[in-house]
Nanobody, 126 residues
Framework: QVQLAESGGGLVQPGGSLRLSCAASGLTLNGAATGWFRQVPGKEREYVAGYSRTGGYTYYKDSVKGRFIISRDNGKNTMYLQMNSLKPEDTAVYYC???????????????????WGQGTQVIVSS
C-alpha cells in the first residue's frame, strides 16, 4: 500500500517561510519522479514544482522560481518543498505526488502521477 504523508502546512505572514514534508511508504522515491501541486479556492489544481526520477533535476512554476525549493532525502524516503518569501497568492492546499514512470516532459502534468498525498493547507495572511 503506497501512502504519502504530508506535514508542515499552516498559517504564515507574507514574507515568511514554510517547509512542507512528504514521507512516502510502500514506494521508494529514489527512482520515482516527485512533484508538488496546489489548489486554490475556485481553481483547478496546478503544478508548482517537480523533481526528476533520477539525476536530481528540478523544475518550477515561473511564479515560484527563486522562492521555492523542491528537494528529496532518499535515505529518509521523504520529499520537501521549502517555501520562502511567501505571498498571499501562495495560499492553497498543497499536494505532494509521486510516480514510477513519469518522464521529464510530463513532470508538470498531474495526470502522469500515480500517488498523491492528502493535501496540507498553507495560508499566507497578515
Amino acid at each position: 500500500q503506497v501512502q504519502l504523508a504530508e506535514s508542515g502546512g499552516g498559517l504564515v505572514q507574507p514574507g515568511g517561510s514554510l517547509r512542507l514534508s512528504c514521507a512516502a511508504s510502500g514506494l521508494t522515491l529514489n527512482g520515482a519522479a516527485t512533484g508538488w501541486f496546489r489548489q486554490v479556492p475556485g481553481k483547478e489544481r496546478e503544478y508548482v514544482a517537480g523533481y526528476s526520477r533520477t539525476g536530481g533535476y528540478t523544475y518550477y512554476k515561473d511564479s515560484v522560481k527563486g522562492r521555492f525549493i523542491i528537494s528529496r532525502d532518499n535515505g529518509k524516503n521523504t520529499m520537501y518543498l521549502q517555501m520562502n518569501s511567501l505571498k498571499p497568492e501562495d495560499t492553497a492546499v498543497y499536494y505532494c505526488a509521486a510516480g514510477r514512470r513519469v518522464i521529464t516532459s510530463s513532470i508538470r502534468n498531474q495526470q502522469a502521477y500515480d500517488f498523491w498525498g492528502q493535501g496540507t493547507q498553507v495560508i499566507v495572511s497578515s
